[in-house]
């Protein structure tokens, strides 16, 4: 998808500009990991879900948090 590949390989742009634990970028990682699980790449989905909650943790905000590890426990789910 053309979304997928604007944010990949957009990315480190976005971290050099907003920093690398502002909350667009916990956003961004988060909205990828969700990507690539509905993809069925659940090793990828699972680092991109993980480096999300990090920086939701740090910031701290409770409800993408709280998101970040409903969606990372369905990953576990999936990959069983």
Sequence with gaps: PK??????ENIADL???YGEKHDKI???LFYL???????GDYER???LLEQ???ICKENPNHLRS???LGY??????DVG
Excluded: F, M, T, W
């Design 52 to 54: 999300s909650l990090a």
């Design 15 to 17: 971290k050099q500009h």
């Design 26 to 28: 916990a956003r961004i």
């Design 45 to 47: 989905a699972k680092i």
């Design 66 to 68: 709280a998101k970040a």
């Design 3 to 8: 979304i997928k590949q604007y944010l990949e």
């Design 33 to 39: 990991g969700n990507l690539y699980r509905s993809l």
């Design 72 to 77: 990372l426990g369905a990953v576990y789910r």
